[in-house]
């Protein structure tokens, strides 16, 4: 289970490069991120959540230190590149897929992330058994929809969709950002439940970045706290299990009080 | 009377290449693409030089598209690596064409009077006036048509209709959307540099001020095609640009019936452009009326 898939060492990352008002986000952090963890992110506005999560993706170019994947240096490939091991889902389920394109035919791009796209016919009807069956699994009805536009789906639908494509094809790394934020609490329930059946039942490795305390403590083995660019808690196994609110709380406060 | 209806429908299809090339720009990748005004006279003016210089015209069309795709690789590389926002990108292709097309053809009008062109292609040669124009275009069209229709099947031209439809998501699945945008531009461009040495050949000559407002008209031919036919899936709408081209060919004959003349044909365009592209708000406007007339009514 101690086996690092991801490390970052010593990463920084600057805003307004080179102008009078740089700001450093990350400071110099340090992260390692073993097969299997099912990592929950938590950090309160403007710690450096999201830049973490933009500097893993490739979003944002880093200025120094490295990020390896399996030992490898990986901190140099574009965003289009680190598809081919890491997703991502987004918290705005408008970013996650394709409004004019149908369900089936945004599950048929998610299946071929990170590879080369030809000019060979897409065979579209050959896949349908199979998205018909995946998408039963996340219980909203989504299996009816396969041939509407996703941008006739609910919220709820779209995130459920956003997270099956992110996991469709097996990702070394996958990253959520808030993804149930922006839904409504039951729904929000509900993805995060079949998040975390997937997550376990497939042995994905994920970070999760969420607000909701209780959310960050119910799932995964991993707990990390963000703060001021840098990650100032860090605890897995009996001791996440052992962590409580109350004492995430007083630690929230020890930080910014 | 007739004779005019034939040479319409005729004028429509050889027009609908442009249609079609501006559609993958304009209503997939989501952009107005100016070059297109550039590109279409460049077409035109490299198929009518090449042919003046005895090449075979088929292979002068193929060399419009040619030069098409070459037009829309300089804005696409303009806009992804450059920077340079679309619009203006392609104003600046479309303004350095201008110079280049005098170049090609040494002068403002090249003439291809007395010259083979493949409306004298001798199948189409012995069939009666304006028929050959027709047959031409509908053979182009429909091989076009299939061309793009499988094309946008491939898992290359889902990632094409992707990049269009949500980039962020479209590059977090490692689709190489800058890439995508430089191909659409130049097929695009492509398709209208063809149908600018259609046009061009169907004329009888190439003229440097020929690329001035086709992108109305272009516009005109994907927008009545939706106007008139509404929903549509895809593979219809492709389908429904050639024959909102063909439908735009009509208007223009049923303006000249009304006594307008040639010059004005400019200004009726995007008259007609305008007016359906206003279509939405009109009908908006037509229904909070209603709302309005109602909400009084439920009062009294």
Same mark, same amino acid.
Not at chain 2, 49 to 71: E, R, T
Not at chain 2, 114 to 120: A, D, F, G
Not at chain 2, 217 to 243: D, H, K, P
């Given at each position: 289970?101690?086996?690092?898939?991801?490390?970052?060492?010593?990463?920084?990352?600057?805003?307004?490069?080179?102008?009078?008002?740089?700001?450093?986000?990350?400071?110099?952090?340090?992260?390692?991120?073993?097969?299997?963890?099912?990592?929950?992110?938590?950090?309160?506005?403007?710690? !450096?959540?999201?830049?973490?999560?933009?500097?893993? !993706?490739?979003?944002?170019?880093?200025?120094?230190?490295?990020?390896?994947?399996?030992?490898?240096?990986?901190?140099?490939?574009?965003?289009?590149?680190?598809?081919?091991?890491?997703?991502?889902?987004?918290?705005?389920?408008?970013?996650?897929?394709?409004?004019?394109?149908?369900?089936?035919?945004?599950?048929?791009?998610?299946?071929?992330?990170?590879?080369?796209?030809?000019?060979?016919?897409?065979?579209?009807?050959?896949?349908?058994?199979?998205?018909?069956?995946?998408?039963?699994?996340?219980?909203?009805?989504?299996?009816?929809?396969?041939?509407?536009?996703?941008?006739?789906?609910?919220?709820?639908?779209?995130?459920?969709?956003?997270?099956?494509?992110?996991?469709?094809?097996?990702?070394?790394?996958?990253?959520?950002?808030?993804?149930?934020?922006?839904?409504?609490?039951?729904?929000?329930?509900?993805?995060?439940?079949?998040?975390?059946?997937?997550?376990?039942?497939?042995?994905?490795?994920?970070?999760?970045?969420?607000?909701?305390?209780?959310?960050?403590?119910?799932?995964?083995?991993?707990?990390?706290?963000?703060?001021?660019?840098?990650?100032?808690?860090?605890?897995?196994?009996?001791?996440?299990?052992?962590?409580?609110?109350?004492?995430?709380?007083?630690?929230?406060?020890?930080?910014?009080? | 009377?007739?004779?005019?209806?034939?040479?319409?429908?005729?004028?429509?299809?050889?027009?609908?290449?442009?249609?079609?090339?501006?559609?993958?720009?304009?209503?997939?990748?989501?952009?107005?693409?100016?070059?297109?005004?550039?590109?279409?006279?460049?077409?035109?003016?490299?198929?009518?030089?090449?042919?003046?210089?005895?090449?075979?015209?088929?292979?002068?069309?193929?060399?419009?598209?040619?030069?098409?795709?070459?037009?829309?690789?300089?804005?696409?590389?303009?806009?992804?690596?450059?920077?340079?926002?679309?619009?203006?990108?392609?104003?600046?292709?479309?303004?350095?064409?201008?110079?280049?097309?005098?170049?090609?053809?040494?002068?403002?009008?090249?003439?291809?009077?007395?010259?083979?062109?493949?409306?004298?292609?001798?199948?189409?040669?012995?069939?009666?006036?304006?028929?050959?124009?027709?047959?031409?275009?509908?053979?182009?069209?429909?091989?076009?048509?299939?061309?793009?229709?499988?094309?946008?099947?491939?898992?290359?031209?889902?990632?094409?209709?992707?990049?269009?439809?949500?980039?962020?998501?479209?590059?977090?699945?490692?689709?190489?959307?800058?890439?995508?945008?430089?191909?659409?531009?130049?097929?695009?461009?492509?398709?209208?540099?063809?149908?600018?040495?259609?046009?061009?050949?169907?004329?009888?000559?190439?003229?440097?001020?020929?690329?001035?407002?086709?992108?109305?008209?272009?516009?005109?031919?994907?927008?009545?095609?939706?106007?008139?036919?509404?929903?549509?899936?895809?593979?219809?709408?492709?389908?429904?640009?050639?024959?909102?081209?063909?439908?735009?060919?009509?208007?223009?004959?049923?303006?000249?019936?009304?006594?307008?003349?040639?010059?004005?044909?400019?200004?009726?365009?995007?008259?007609?452009?305008?007016?359906?592209?206003?279509?939405?708000?009109?009908?908006?406007?037509?229904?909070?009326?209603?709302?309005?007339?109602?909400?009084?009514?439920?009062?009294?």
């Amino acid at each position: 289970m101690s086996n690092p898939i991801l490390e970052l060492r010593d990463v920084v990352v600057n805003v307004n490069q080179n102008t009078a008002e740089q700001i450093m986000i990350l400071k110099h952090l340090n992260l390692t991120i073993n097969d299997g963890d099912f990592i929950t992110v938590l950090g309160s506005n403007g710690a !450096g959540k999201s830049t973490l999560f933009n500097a893993i !993706g490739g979003n944002l170019p880093i200025d120094s230190g490295d990020i390896l994947l399996h030992g490898k240096p990986v901190g140099h490939e574009s965003e289009e590149q680190r598809t081919r091991f890491l997703s991502r889902v987004f918290q705005d389920p408008k970013l996650g897929t394709a409004p004019r394109m149908t369900v089936a035919e945004n599950l048929l791009l998610a299946e071929k992330r990170g590879q080369r796209r030809g000019l060979v016919p897409r065979h579209l009807k050959q896949a349908m058994p199979h998205f018909k069956e995946i998408t039963s699994t996340m219980n909203n009805g989504l299996e009816q929809r396969l041939n509407t536009p996703t941008g006739n789906l609910s919220g709820g639908q779209r995130q459920a969709l956003s997270f099956l494509m992110a996991t469709l094809k097996r990702p070394d790394i996958l990253l959520l950002d808030e993804h149930t934020a922006a839904l409504d609490p039951k729904t929000s329930q509900q993805l995060m439940r079949t998040t975390n059946e997937r997550i376990t039942d497939q042995h994905l490795t994920c970070l999760m970045i969420t607000h909701h305390l209780d959310d960050a403590l119910t799932y995964g083995n991993r707990l990390i706290v963000v703060n001021d660019g840098q990650i100032t808690f860090d605890v897995s196994g009996d001791a996440k299990k052992a962590l409580t609110q109350d004492k995430l709380l007083e630690f929230f406060n020890d930080f910014e009080g | 009377m007739i004779g005019l209806g034939v040479s319409a429908v005729g004028q429509g299809l050889l027009w609908a290449t442009l249609g079609l090339g501006l559609f993958l720009t304009f209503r997939i990748l989501d952009f107005p693409d100016m070059t297109v005004e550039g590109t279409f006279p460049m077409g035109a003016a490299a198929c009518v030089a090449a042919i003046n210089q005895g090449v075979d015209p088929l292979l002068a069309s193929l060399l419009a598209f040619g030069v098409g795709m070459l037009c829309g690789l300089a804005t696409g590389l303009l806009y992804t690596k450059g920077k340079i926002p679309i619009l203006l990108a392609g104003i600046l292709v479309m303004t350095a064409a201008y110079s280049i097309n005098l170049r090609i053809m040494g002068r403002a009008n090249l003439t291809l009077l007395n010259k083979p062109t493949l409306l004298k292609l001798p199948f189409l040669k012995s069939m009666p006036m304006y028929f050959d124009s027709v047959t031409l275009g509908m053979i182009i069209i429909v091989v076009l048509t299939l061309l793009l229709v499988y094309f946008l099947q491939t898992d290359l031209g889902q990632a094409f209709i992707a990049t269009g439809d949500n980039e962020k998501m479209a590059r977090s699945l490692g689709i190489r959307t800058d890439n995508m945008k430089i191909m659409g531009l130049m097929v695009s461009n492509g398709i209208i540099g063809l149908g600018g040495a259609l046009v061009a050949q169907n004329d009888g000559y190439a003229d440097v001020s020929m690329g001035i407002g086709v992108i109305v008209i272009a516009l005109a031919s994907i927008i009545i095609g939706e106007v008139v036919f509404g929903e549509l899936t895809l593979n219809q709408r492709l389908i429904a640009v050639t024959l909102g081209s063909i439908l735009y060919r009509f208007v223009l004959l049923l303006v000249l019936k009304l006594g307008f003349s040639t010059n004005d044909l400019k200004l009726l365009s995007s008259v007609v452009l305008a007016l359906c592209m206003m279509l939405p708000v009109f009908q908006r406007l037509f229904n909070i009326k209603k709302v309005i007339k109602r909400g009084v009514t439920a009062h009294e």
